[in-house]
Nanobody
């Protein structure tokens, strides 16, 4: 049974940093692409970043380039989203997701498995 559990969300001041974690179980996250998505209040969910099975990153939005990075810890079966220089517009609920099928990142991939989300609030 595939499960994803996010953690690490918090209230932070603008310019601050957070690291979100996505703990995977029921599958080996190394083998598949895992993406981070976010949904701000009153807005549609958007893709943020994805990591492929080879470890390469794909940005789904230019707004986080140079500030956010994605990585994984194979031993912990966990994917991380490092967020630096946070801005108020980064405020959202952040989700990790995978289809546990594709190794490459593609924004068009329909993610089958989602975590419950972790809220990030950036105050100005």
């Amino acid at each position: 049974q595939v499960q994803l559990v996010e953690s690490g969300g918090a209230l932070v001041h603008a310019g601050g940093s957070l690291r979100l974690s996505c703990a995977a179980s029921g599958f080996v996250s190394d083998y598949y692409a895992v993406g981070w998505f976010r949904q701000a209040p009153g807005k549609e969910r958007e893709g943020v970043l994805c990591i492929s099975s080879s470890g390469s990153s794909t940005y789904y939005t230019d707004s986080v380039k140079g500030r956010f990075t994605i990585s994984r810890d194979s031993a912990k079966n966990t994917v991380y989203l490092q967020m630096n220089s946070l801005k108020p517009e980064d405020t959202a609920v952040y989700y990790c997701a995978t289809d546990a099928d594709h190794a490459l990142c593609d924004i068009a991939t329909i993610m089958l498995y989602w975590g419950q989300g972790t809220p990030v609030t950036v105050s100005s």
